[in-house]
C-alpha cells in the first residue's frame, strides 16, 4: 500500500509537535512533509528574554531542517495558497499534493501596523521587536514606560503584564526611575479570565508598583503621547506595544477562513477538523478565534498531539491516541520572582465560559522552571 502523503503547514509549536508525533508512530507508513517560510523554529516564550539581554537569537531558535535527521522532509518555502477540494497546497515553488494537512500557520504579529513604531516605541512579540525594545532599554534614563497591545487578538494574553513586571525588574536593577503603566483595552487585568485571575493580577500589579489603566483602546503612538480612540493622550518615554496580529493569507482567502473570525480557520470545536473536510486539521494560533481562546504555544502543542493521533488512529486503523487536553499552562519571569497558571479552558471552548484557573505566584523557583522548560522544549524536538 502506497505511504500516506501528510502536509504540515507552519514550523511553530504545533506544527512541530504534530510531525515529530507522527513520523515517530508512523515511520515509513507516511510520507510527512513540513512547510515554513522562515525554516526556523522560534520558542517564542523567550523573546521576552531577547528583550531583557538574557538571551540571544540563536539562543532560542534551531533550523527546522534538523528534523529532517528524523525522517522528516522539511521544505523552506511560503504556503501561497490552499485548494482543499483539490487535495493541494501552493507554496513557492510549486503545487504539493497531500492526503491529510495540518494547518499550523500560527498569527502574523505586524509592528510595522503600529502607528508611531518609528519612534521610541518595540515589541517583543517579534525576535527584531525584541532587539529594538533591548537597545531602547539600554538607552532609557528614567520617565514613563506604557505597556500597551493595539488589537485583539495576540499572541500570549498575559504577555503585556510579563514584559511590564520585567521591564520595572531591570529599571530598579540599574537604579533608573521608572513609572510603568499596563494600559490595556481590558476593563481590568487578565479580565476573560475570570475573577479569580483578575484578583491575583491586581495583586501583583499593587505589590510591583506597576498600574494599569483599563478600558483604553490605543489609536496611536505620536511625539511620546499614547493616543486613545477617545482622543486622550498618556504620556511614555518608551513604549513597549503589541502588535497587531492578521491570520495567514493562504487561510483569509480559502474557504478555511470565516470572517466572522477575522479571516481566521474555523474548525469543529470537538474534533479540530475542518467543517467541510474531514482531512483538514488546525492548531495553534489559527484556530484560536474559532474555538473563543487565546493564542498560545501550550495551545498548539496539546492539539497537535491530539490531531496527530487522530491522523494515526486513522491510519493504522486501531491507535489508542491522545486525549484533546483543553488545559493551558503559563510560567512567568516576573524579575523578582516567578508565577505559574494553570487553566482548564474546556468550559471556555465547549460553553463560552470563564476558564478554571489557578494560580502560583511569588516564588523564584519559577523562574527556574521556566528556564528548564526552555532548555527542555529545544532539545526534546530537536
Request: hydrophobic residues 40%; aromatic residues 12%.
Amino acid at each position: 500500500m502506497a505511504s500516506k502523503k501528510i502536509l504540515v503547514l507552519g514550523g511553530g509549536a504545533g506544527g512541530v509537535v504534530a510531525a515529530n508525533n507522527l513520523i515517530k508512530k508512523l515511520g515509513e507508513e507516511a510520507e510527512i512533509t513540513l512547510i515554513d517560510k522562515s525554516g526556523y523554529h522560534v520558542f517564542q516564550p523567550s523573546q521576552l528574554w531577547v528583550m531583557t539581554g538574557q538571551r540571544e537569537p540563536d539562543d532560542i531558535r534551531r533550523p527546522l531542517k534538523l528534523l529532517e535527521r528524523k525522517g522528516v522532509k522539511v521544505l523552506v518555502e511560503e504556503v501561497k495558497s490552499i485548494k482543499p477540494e483539490e487535495h493541494v497546497v501552493q507554496t513557492s515553488s510549486g503545487n504539493i499534493h497531500y492526503d491529510y494537512l495540518i494547518v499550523a500557520l500560527g498569527s502574523l504579529p505586524e509592528p510595522e501596523k503600529i502607528p508611531g513604531y518609528a519612534g521610541n516605541v518595540c515589541t517583543p512579540w517579534t525576535i527584531d521587536g525584541a532587539l529594538k525594545c533591548r537597545r531602547l532599554l539600554a538607552g532609557f534614563k528614567g520617565g514613563s514606560i506604557v505597556i500597551a497591545p493595539v488589537s485583539w487578538p495576540y499572541k500570549c494574553p498575559p504577555a503585556p503584564f510579563e514584559a511590564a513586571f520585567m521591564a520595572r525588574y531591570l529599571a530598579e536593577q540599574r537604579g533608573v526611575k521608572a513609572d510603568v503603566t499596563v494600559v490595556h483595552f481590558w476593563k481590568e487585568p487578565m479580565e476573560p479570565f475570570g475573577p479569580m485571575m483578575v484578583g491575583a493580577f491586581k495583586k501583583f500589579l499593587d505589590q510591583y508598583r506597576v498600574g494599569f489603566v483599563g478600558n483604553v483602546e490605543v489609536e496611536s503612538f505620536q511625539e511620546n503621547y499614547l493616543v486613545t480612540r477617545g482622543g486622550e493622550k498618556i504620556k511614555y518615554d518608551l513604549a513597549i506595544a503589541v502588535p497587531p496580529h492578521s491570520p495567514p493569507e493562504p487561510i483569509a482567502k480559502s474557504d478555511l477562513g470565516d470572517q466572522s473570525i477575522w479571516g481566521y480557520m474555523k474548525v469543529d470545536k470537538n474534533t479540530l477538523r475542518a467543517p467541510k473536510y474531514d482531512n483538514i486539521y488546525g492548531v495553534g494560533d489559527v484556530i484560536a478565534p474559532s474555538l473563543g481562546i487565546g493564542m498560545a504555544g501550550v495551545f498548539a502543542h496539546f492539539q497537535a498531539e491530539y490531531v496527530a493521533s487522530k491522523i494515526i488512529d486513522d491510519i493504522k486503523g486501531a491507535y489508542m491516541g491522545e486525549h484533546y487536553n483543553m488545559s493551558g499552562v503559563c510560567v512567568m519571569d516576573m524579575g523578582y520572582v516567578g508565577a505559574a497558571v494553570y487553566c482548564d479552558f474546556t468550559r471556555k471552548i465547549m460553553a463560552g465560559e470563564y476558564p478554571d484557573c489557578v494560580i502560583l505566584g511569588g516564588m523564584k523557583a519559577f523562574r527556574a522552571i521556566k528556564y528548564a522548560f526552555e532548555k527542555y522544549w529545544l532539545s526534546k524536538w530537536f
